[in-house]
C-alpha cells in the first residue's frame, strides 16, 4: 500500500467516486460532482474559443494587422447578440441562415459520394468485390448475403406502401439483418465499456490507493 | 423582411457550399477557405457567448429565486469562472499574465481540463459498463422477433470475443467477425442508403426555404 | 413477491453490485488467464520478432489517456519483446498531448530490463537500443518525411541529443531500414500510416486499437494492408502471452490479468440474461 | 566523380519511359510523374524524382519506395514548363533516367471527374423536387404509418396525467446536421402539444447555436397554439459542449424533475446509453431517434420506441403534416427505387460482361 501524495490524483479519485455513487441513488455527491463538470468544461470551453479562434483568427488580424474584411464576420457575429434586443431579434437568423446553409450545401454532394455512390459501389455483384473479402469462393456468398440485405433493409425505410405483400416480406428480412447487427454490435461494445471500467478502477486502486501496483 | 432576408441568404450560402466541391480552381477556393476558416468559425465562436449567458442566467435565477438544489448552482459558477479565468489568463500553454503554478503545484488549464474533466468524462464512460448490463438484462427477453434476434447475436459475440470462445470452438472467434462483416454490414449498408437520401433531401429543402422549422417554426 | 416476479424484474443496483465485484476482485488478486493468441496478433508478433539486426521497428503511441487501459498494455507488450530480442526500437508519438503516456510505457519498461541487468551488454542503452522522437507536428509530416530521412525530421530527439548522433541512427536512416511500425491509437491514425507512409514507401504498418475501432479496422488487416492487428485487451493479452511464451519475458502482464475481470463481466451479463428470460418463460406460463 | 564510377560498377538501371502530365480535377501546382520500373527494381532502395526548369539542372523534389511507379509533385508552380527524371537508388549509387517530356501544371475550373456524383445529384435531386412540386398542386399523398410517431401523442397526454415534465433532449448535433432538424420540427410539434395541455417541458442544449434556433421554435409554438402566456424562457437552456458533462447534467435533471416522458431525438455519442438507461431506471417512458449508426442498437435496447434513421426524417415531415415536406419522402421513395434498381443492372453487367462496372462509381 502507499498511497498517493499528488493532490490532483485525489481531486480526480474523490470526482470519480462521486460520479460512480450514481450507480447506487442519484445523491449531494453526484449533484457536486455534475455541477463542477458543468463548470470546468464549459470554463474550458471559453478558454478554447477565444485563444483558439477569437483572438487568431478574428482579434489579432483585425485590429493588430487591420485586415479590415475581417468586419464582416465580426458585424454578422454580434448579430447572434440582438437577440436580447426584442424589437431587432429576428436579425438573429442572419448569421444561422449562413452558417446553416453553407454547411447544409457542403452536405449534399458530400452525402451523394461517401454515402450513396461508395456503398452501391461496395454492394454490386462482380469479381473485384468477391475478391475484397479475401475469402476465395465464400467471397461469392458473402456478398450475395450482403448485397439481398441492403435491398431488403432499404425496403423497409419504403415509406410509400403499407408493410404488406412483398414489401412486407423484403422489410421483415431487413429488420433480421438489422437486428443481428444491433445485437452483435452490442454484444462487441460490452469488451469495450468493461475495459474502461477496469481502467477506472486500475486509477482508483492503483494510482490513488496503491492497492494494486 | 424578417423572413425573406434570411431565406435568400441560405439560398446564397447553400449555393456556395454546393460549389466548393464542383470549382476546384484555386481563385474560387480562396473565397471558399475564407468562408470556412473565417467566416464561419467566427461565428460559431459568437453563438457561443449566447449559449453561456443562457447558462449563468439559468443558475443566478436559480440562486436568487433559491429554487430546489439552488446551493449547487455555486459550486457550478464558481468551477466556470475559476476554470475562466485560469484559461483566459493563465493562456492555454500557461503562458499567460497569471501564474499557474504555487511551487511543483501547477493549475494551468491543460491540467484542470486532465485531473477534471478527463476523470469525470472517463467516469462517466465507466458507468456505461453498468448500463449495458442492466439494458441488457431487461431488454434481451424472447418476446418477439426482434429481441430474440438482438438477444442471440449479442450472446454469441459476448462469448465470441473472450478468450473462452476460442475454446469452446476454433471458429467461434471467426464466426464472430463473420456477423460483423457480413450480416451487419449489410443492415447497416442500407440504413445509410435510407439515411443519405434524408439528408440530400432534407438539405435540398433547406436551401430552397421549403424546410423552415429553423426560422421558429410557422408558415 | 413470487419466484418469477423476483427473476424478471431483479433490482439494477443488484446486478450493479455484482458485476462490481466480478471486475474488482480479480483485480486486487490478480492472476493470469491462459487466452489462446489468434492469427491476426500473431502475424504482427512474427514481424516484430523476425526484425534483422541491420532494421530497426518504430512503435507509434498515440493513445490518449481515455484508452489507456487499453493501449497502455500493448505498448508495454511490444517494448518488453524489442529490448528482450534486442531489436532496435524508435518510440515517437504524433500528438503532444499522448507524450507524457509514451514516456511513462517507456520508462517502466526500460526500468524493468535495467533493474535486473549485470552488465552494460544486458542493459537498455538509450542511443544504442532505443531512441525516443518525441513528437513533430503535424501528425502528416512524420508520416512522409521519415521515408526520405529520420534524422531531418526529427533533427533533435526528444531529450535534445541531435539524432544522426546517436549511436544507432548510424544505420537507421529512413524507412528502408524499418522492419514494421507498431501503430497503437484510438483513432484513425493507422489508416494515415497506410495511405502515406505505406502507399509511398512500403512500409509495413501492424495496428494496436481499442475494441470499438476493431470492427472497422479488421478490413485492413484482411486486405493485408495492416500486416497484423491487436484488438482491445484481449489483442493485448494475447501478445502479452507471445511474449512470455516465446521469449520467457516476466513482468506484470495488466491485460491478461484484467482478461479474469473481462471474462467474468461478460459472463455475469450473459447469466442475467438467461436469469431474465427464465423469469420471463416462468411469468407467461403463469398467465 | 566517384559516384559516377560506382554507377559503372554495379550497373544499376535507370527506369524508364518516363511521363509527366498536368493532374486533371484539382487547384494547380501538382504533376504526375509515372515511369516504368527498372530492371534492377529488387535491388533498388527508392526512387528518386527530380525536376528542371530550364532542361538541364535538375534538383531532387522527392523520394519514393521501390516497387512505385508513381509520384505526385504538389511544388509545382502554374504555367512554368518542367522536365523530370527518375533516379535508382541503391544506397550511394543513382542512376538517372532520360527526361519527361515538358509539362505545365494548371488549375481547373470544373471537377469533370466527380461526373457520376452530379448526374446523382440531379436524378436524386430531381425526383425529390418533382413530388415536392407535385405536393404543392394539392396531390393526396399516402405515408405509412410510423411506430414511434404515434406514441407521441399517448407520451405527452401521459404527462400531463400525472402532472410531471417532458425532457426534450436534442443530442450533441450542430445545426447543420440533418437529425438536428429534424428534431427541431418535432420539437415543435412537441411544444405545441405540451402548450395546449399545459405541461413542462425542460429542452437542455449541447450546442450554441441549435440553442438559440431550439428557443425561438418553442417560442413560437407557443404562440401558435394560444398560449404565449404559457411558455417558460428558462424551459429551453444551454447545458454544455462536452460530451459528457451534457449527459451528467441530463443525468441530474432526469433523477431530480422524474420527467414522464423522455424525447431522446437527433444524433447522440456514446452518452446515449448514459442517457437512456438513466431515462428507463426513473421509469419514464422513452422515444428515441438518431442517425447515428453506432448509437442506435443502445437505443433500440433501452428505448420504448426508437425511430431508426431515416424513419426520423419521416417522422418529422409526417408529424408536421406539412404537404411540401411529405412529397419530399416520395421522392425519396423513388430514389430507393432506384438506386435498388442500379445494383440489380450494375450487378448483372458486373457478373456477364468484363465491363470494369466499378469505375463508374469512384
Given amino acids: 500500500m502507499n498511497i498517493s501524495t499528488d493532490p490532483w490524483v485525489w481531486i480526480a479519485s474523490i470526482l470519480s467516486i462521486a460520479i460512480l455513487s450514481f450507480l447506487y441513488k442519484e445523491n449531494p455527491f453526484f449533484r457536486a460532482a455534475e455541477h463542477i463538470f458543468l463548470g470546468v468544461a464549459n470554463g474550458y470551453l471559453v478558454t478554447f474559443y477565444w485563444h483558439r479562434i477569437l483572438m487568431p483568427i478574428l482579434f489579432r488580424p483585425l485590429f493588430q494587422q487591420g485586415d479590415l474584411l475581417l468586419i464582416v464576420p465580426f458585424i454578422v457575429g454580434m448579430l447572434y447578440l440582438t437577440r436580447f434586443i426584442p424589437r431587432v431579434s429576428w436579425l438573429v437568423r442572419i448569421p444561422i441562415a449562413i452558417y446553416m446553409g453553407y454547411w447544409t450545401g457542403v452536405l449534399i454532394p458530400a452525402t451523394i459520394q461517401a454515402q450513396i455512390i461508395k456503398q452501391v459501389q461496395g454492394t454490386i455483384l462482380t469479381a473485384p468485390n468477391f475478391q475484397s473479402w479475401n475469402a476465395g469462393t465464400s467471397g461469392i456468398a458473402w456478398s450475395v448475403i450482403v448485397f439481398i440485405g441492403v435491398l431488403c433493409t432499404l425496403s423497409y425505410f419504403y415509406f410509400s406502401r403499407e408493410h404488406k405483400g412483398v414489401i412486407g416480406f423484403t422489410s421483415r428480412i431487413g429488420i433480421v439483418f438489422v437486428m443481428i447487427g444491433f445485437g452483435a454490435a452490442f454484444g462487441y461494445t460490452v469488451m469495450a465499456r468493461i475495459s474502461l471500467l477496469i481502467g477506472k478502477l486500475q486509477y482508483l486502486l492503483g494510482d490513488w490507493l496503491g492497492i494494486i501496483k | 423582411m424578417k423572413k425573406r432576408i434570411p431565406l435568400i441568404l441560405i439560398f446564397v450560402a447553400g449555393l456556395l457550399g454546393v460549389i466548393s466541391f464542383v470549382i476546384p480552381h484555386p481563385s474560387y477556393q480562396v473565397y471558399d477557405a475564407w468562408i470556412r476558416n473565417d467566416l464561419l468559425r467566427v461565428l460559431s465562436a459568437f453563438a457561443v457567448v449566447l449559449a453561456l449567458g443562457s447558462l449563468l442566467r439559468v443558475h443566478s435565477d436559480k440562486i436568487r429565486r433559491k429554487r430546489r438544489n439552488w446551493q449547487y448552482s455555486w459550486l457550478l459558477l464558481i468551477a466556470f469562472a475559476v476554470s475562466a479565468i485560469i484559461g483566459l489568463f493563465g493562456g492555454v500553454a500557461a503562458d499567460g499574465i497569471l501564474p499557474t503554478t504555487i511551487g511543483s503545484f501547477s493549475y494551468d488549464i491543460q491540467t484542470l481540463y486532465e485531473n477534471i474533466v478527463i476523470p469525470l468524462a472517463s467516469s462517466m464512460f465507466a458507468l456505461l459498463a453498468f448500463f449495458m448490463a442492466s439494458a441488457a438484462y431487461r431488454a434481451f427477453r424472447v418476446r418477439s422477433m426482434e429481441a430474440t434476434l438482438l438477444l442471440v447475436a449479442a450472446f454469441i459475440v459476448m462469448i465470441g470475443v473472450l478468450p473462452l470462445g476460442y475454446s469452446i470452438s476454433k471458429h467461434l472467434p471467426a464466426f464472430v467477425q463473420w456477423i460483423l462483416n457480413v450480416p451487419n454490414v449489410a443492415g447497416q449498408r442500407g440504413i445509410v442508403l435510407g439515411i443519405a437520401l434524408g439528408v440530400v433531401a432534407t438539405s435540398l429543402k433547406i436551401i430552397l426555404g421549403i424546410e423552415r422549422a429553423w426560422l421558429g417554426g410557422g408558415e | 413477491m413470487k419466484i418469477y416476479e423476483r427473476l424478471n424484474k431483479i433490482d439494477r443496483r443488484i446486478i450493479y453490485a455484482i458485476l462490481f465485484v466480478v471486475v474488482t476482485l480479480p483485480l486486487i488478486f490478480p492472476s493470469v488467464l491462459k487466452v489462446t493468441p489468434m492469427t491476426p496478433v500473431e502475424n504482427l508478433f512474427t514481424a516484430v520478432d523476425k526484425t534483422t539486426d541491420d532494421k530497426a521497428l518504430i512503435l507509434d503511441c498515440s493513445y490518449a489517456p481515455q484508452i489507456k487501459a487499453e493501449v497502455e498494455p500493448m505498448a508495454i507488450a511490444v517494448l518488453r519483446h524489442a529490448f528482450k530480442t534486442r531489436k532496435k526500437i524508435l518510440v515517437l508519438s504524433l500528438y503532444v498531448e499522448m507524450i507524457g503516456l509514451a514516456t511513462r510505457a517507456l520508462n517502466q519498461v526500460v526500468e524493468e530490463f535495467n533493474s535486473v541487468a549485470e552488465t552494460y551488454e544486458d542493459s537498455i542503452i538509450y542511443g544504442r537500443d532505443y531512441v525516443f522522437l518525441g513528437w513533430q507536428p503535424p501528425p502528416i509530416v512524420p508520416m512522409l518525411g521519415m521515408g526520405e530521412s529520420i534524422s531531418n525530421i526529427y533533427v533533435v530527439d526528444y531529450y535534445g541529443n541531435q539524432t544522426d548522433t546517436l549511436l544507432m541512427m548510424q544505420r537507421i536512416r529512413n524507412y528502408n531500414d524499418i522492419s514494421i511500425l507498431v501503430a497503437l491509437s484510438g483513432s484513425r491514425i493507422p489508416i494515415s500510416w497506410v495511405s502515406y507512409a505505406q502507399n509511398r514507401y512500403g512500409l509495413q504498418v501492424g495496428v494496436g486499437c481499442t475494441a470499438v475501432s476493431g470492427a472497422d479496422f479488421y478490413p485492413y488487416y484482411q486486405t493485408g494492408q495492416f500486416t497484423g492487428l491487436m484488438v482491445g485487451m484481449k489483442g493485448a493479452a494475447e501478445y502479452e502471452e507471445l511474449v512470455e511464451a516465446n521469449h520467457g519475458v516476466k513482468g506484470r502482464r495488466v491485460a491478461s490479468e484484467a482478461m479474469l475481470s473481462l471474462t467474468y463481466a461478460h459472463l455475469i451479463i450473459m447469466l442475467f440474461i438467461v436469469i431474465g428470460n427464465i423469469g420471463f418463460f416462468l411469468h407467461r406460463r403463469k398467465k | ?362
Avoid at chain 4, 2 to 26: F, H, K, M, Q
Avoid at chain 4, 53 to 64: M, P, T, Y
Avoid at chain 4, 212 to 235: H, Q
Avoid at chain 4, 248 to 259: F, L, N, S, V
Fill in chain 4, 1 to 362: 566523380m566517384s559516384l559516377i564510377i560506382l554507377c559503372t560498377l554495379v550497373g544499376l538501371a535507370p527506369p524508364s519511359n518516363v511521363r509527366a502530365y498536368d493532374a486533371p480535377d484539382d487547384g494547380g501546382g501538382v504533376i504526375n510523374v509515372e515511369w516504368q520500373l527498372s530492371t534492377d527494381d529488387a535491388q533498388t532502395d527508392a526512387y528518386e524524382i527530380y525536376r528542371s526548369e530550364n532542361g538541364s539542372d535538375f534538383v531532387k523534389v522527392g523520394l519514393i519506395g521501390r516497387s512505385r511507379q508513381f509520384y505526385q509533385d504538389q511544388t509545382t508552380e502554374d504555367g512554368i514548363l518542367y522536365a523530370y527524371k527518375v533516379a535508382t537508388v541503391s544506397d550511394t549509387v543513382r542512376a538517372l533516367s532520360e527526361p519527361s517530356p515538358e509539362v505545365i501544371s494548371t488549375p481547373s475550373w470544373i471537377n469533370v471527374a466527380k461526373v457520376n456524383i452530379y448526374v446523382a445529384m440531379l436524378i436524386f435531386g430531381g425526383l425529390i423536387l418533382y413530388y415536392i412540386y407535385h405536393a404543392r398542386k394539392g396531390k393526396e399523398l399516402f405515408i405509412r404509418k410510423i411506430a414511434g410517431l404515434q406514441a407521441i401523442d399517448d407520451a405527452v397526454g401521459r404527462a400531463t396525467e400525472m402532472g410531471k415534465p417532458i425532457l426534450y433532449v436534442l443530442g450533441l448535433g450542430y445545426i447543420e446536421d440533418i437529425a438536428t432538424i429534424a428534431s427541431l420540427n418535432i420539437l415543435g410539434e412537441v411544444a405545441k402539444k405540451t402548450a395546449q395541455y399545459d405541461t413542462k417541458l425542460i429542452v437542455p442544449n449541447a450546442d450554441p447555436i441549435v440553442y438559440t434556433v431550439a428557443r425561438e421554435i418553442v417560442k413560437e409554438s407557443y404562440t401558435n397554439a394560444g398560449r404565449p402566456d404559457a411558455y417558460d424562457p428558462e424551459s429551453v437552456f444551454f447545458l454544455a459542449r462536452e460530451q459528457m458533462a451534457y449527459a451528467a447534467g441530463i443525468d441530474g435533471i432526469m433523477t431530480r424533475e422524474k420527467p414522464a416522458t423522455n424525447f431522446l431525438v437527433g444524433y447522440f455519442a456514446a452518452e446515449s446509453l448514459v442517457i437512456a438507461e438513466t431515462g428507463a431506471a426513473t421509469g419514464a417512458i422513452q422515444i428515441a431517434g438518431t442517425d447515428a449508426l453506432a448509437q442506435l442498437p443502445f437505443f433500440v435496447t433501452a428505448c420504448d420506441y426508437t425511430l431508426i434513421g431515416e424513419e426520423l426524417y419521416a417522422a418529422s415531415a409526417y408529424i408536421s403534416k406539412r404537404p411540401l415536406l411529405l412529397g419530399a419522402i416520395k421522392g425519396e421513395d423513388w430514389s430507393k427505387v432506384i438506386i435498388a434498381a442500379a445494383l440489380i443492372l450494375a450487378s448483372i453487367i458486373g457478373l456477364v460482361s468484363q465491363f470494369p462496372i466499378l469505375s463508374l462509381f469512384q
